[in-house]
């Protein structure tokens, strides 16, 4: 079970965007994340007139590893990890370690 979804706020812990807080967009493999406005890079495109795209630099997104954030609890408004909690049908629920609250989607 992924610890870290799609929709999630988290905050990142390492790296360039150390401190910066933002929304999960997408989940790229096992084992990254594209976030929001963090690992930005500058990409140089070619302008399509087939597709009618404009050519110049363009600033995009890249994956970040999962290691590199954590998940933003709301109720103390810091980073926190996340624990897996079964239940007695065999259901998985994610919970803050901090205080086992479960996360809510």
């Known amino acids: 079970m992924n610890k870290i979804h799609k929709g999630d706020e988290v905050i990142v812990i390492a790296g360039a ?9 997408a989940r790229h493999g096992e084992e990254h994340l594209i976030v ?5 890079v500058k990409r140089h495109t070619r ?4 597709r009618n795209e ?6 995009k997104e890249m994956p970040i590893h999962q290691s590199n954030v954590a998940i933003f609890n709301p109720a103390t408004g810091k980073a926190d990890r996340v624990g897996v ?3 007695q049908d065999g259901a998985k629920t994610r919970v803050f370690r901090s205080s086992g609250e479960e996360i809510k989607v």
Request: glycine letters at 14%.
């Open 54 to 59: 404009n050519g110049g630099i363009v600033s």
């Open 47 to 50: 302008p399509n007139p087939m």
């Open 36 to 40: 929001e406005g963090v690992n930005l």
């Open 85 to 87: 909690r079964v239940a």
């Open 17 to 25: 965007d150390k401190g910066r807080r933002a929304k999960v967009l």
